[in-house]
């Protein structure tokens, strides 16, 4: 009989603490399990292909989590989570980057989580409701998953074979995100609706709105500059995120 061999792993919760997942999938536990990073995951992060078509976080975090889940259902604010695990399962907690001259190290394990924050939530339904401050319309929307990103950067590819100059990410991703205009669950009324009504101020306060809500892991720190004065600045997050040498 074949030995298999069981590498040590922990259990990572998800920010949205499952809620939002349907109650047949195993993500509703709001809990995963990951193993620690291998030789062959290093081998993923140094893969040329996977790093020039960007799906390289995607096939290390696929090849770490041990619960049998669709990853295409991942909330894309649970995906950035199990990343921040998956760094410091492969290479500890302490993280340092060059911001602004200096040289800043984060405790990885010490960022906390953004939990979901929409009233009220019906548990099992990704689906909320945002009524725009101007024009009155109703919206109905949801959060995004790992399989929306994937469709939405298809389309915005044949876009831009299309037209070369388009970028149209951000009207894109309001039609992704959008599920009704006034209870039309159309989608041609919701592209039409983005495409010629969505008021520039309107569309500003609805995104502004999602990411209030979404749950995910607060990627900033605190930076005090020459002055004493405290900001809030993203972590930088790329390929060196997880391992500084893996271009080598």
């Known amino acids: ?6 590498f040590p792993a922990e259990e990572v919760t998800l920010p949205s603490k ?3 997942y349907s109650p047949e999938s195993p993500l509703k536990d709001g809990i995963l399990e990951m193993k ?5 995951e290093e081998d993923i992060l140094t893969n040329q292909n996977l790093i020039a078509n960007g799906t390289v ?3 290390l ?16 604010g649970d995906k950035d989570a199990l990343m921040v695990a998956a760094r410091v399962l492969g290479y500890g907690s302490d993280y340092s980057f060059i911001y602004r001259g200096k040289e800043i190290t984060v405790d990885l394990s010490t960022l906390k989580d953004k939990p979901l924050s929409a009233e009220p939530i019906e548990e099992g339904k990704n689906e909320f409701e945002f ?3 101007i024009s009155k319309t109703k919206l109905t929307f949801k959060l995004l998953t790992h399989k929306d990103e994937n469709e939405m ?15 149209k990410e951000l009207s894109t991703r309001l039609k992704y995100i959008i599920l009704s205009v006034d209870g ?21 306060e609805f995104r502004k709105y999602v990411n209030k809500i979404q749950p995910s892991v607060d990627l900033s720190f605190e930076y005090e500059d020459n002055e004493g004065d405290t900001t809030k600045v993203d972590i930088p997050v790329g390929l060196d995120f997880f391992w500084p040498d893996a271009t080598i």
């Open 184 to 204: 039309d669950y159309e989608k041609a009324t919701i592209r039409n609706f983005v495409d010629n009504r969505f008021l520039a101020k309107e569309a500003r």
């Open 61 to 76: 975090l696929q090849s770490l989590i041990i619960s049998k889940i669709d990853y295409n259902e991942l909330l894309i």
């Open 131 to 133: 009524t725009l401050p």
């Open 153 to 167: 950067k298809k389309e915005l590819e044949g876009l831009k074979k299309i037209d070369k100059n388009s970028n």
């Open 18 to 20: 499952g809620i939002l």
């Open 57 to 59: 976080i995607d096939k």
């Open 1 to 6: 009989m074949e030995q298999q061999t069981q």
């Open 36 to 40: 620690y990073m291998t030789a062959r």
